[in-house]
């Protein structure tokens, strides 16, 4: 990745200043996801097919959020792939 699309790949923690590549977010440990129906309780447009991914920093443990797509299949949700904003 090169110029804005990487430091878009790229999430830094606002506590710490820990940074984390689109590979490395994944692995961080989740807190929360928010659906795309609890995120319309608060915002009038949003893409069905996007949730919030709140996940925990390693460097000082704050909560960290991204917006991320989701593939469900059935009976089980594939693994949530961070989206660059």
């Known amino acids: 990745m090169t110029g ?3 430091a878009a790949a790229e999430l830094r923690c606002s506590t710490c200043g820990q ?3 689109a590979f490395s977010w994944t692995e961080l440990p989740t807190v929360r996801i928010l659906t795309s129906a609890e995120v319309h309780e608060h915002v009038t447009t949003w893409p069905e097919e996007m949730v919030v991914a709140v996940r925990t920093c390693r460097g000082c443990g704050a909560p960290m959020a991204r ?3 989701h593939r469900i299949r059935p009976f089980a949700v594939e693994r949530i792939e961070p ?3």
Do not use: H, K, M
Request: aromatic fraction near 8%; charge should be positive.
């Open 4 to 6: 804005s699309r990487a």
């Open 19 to 21: 940074s984390y590549g």
């Open 67 to 69: 917006t991320a797509q």
């Open 83 to 85: 989206v660059g904003r």
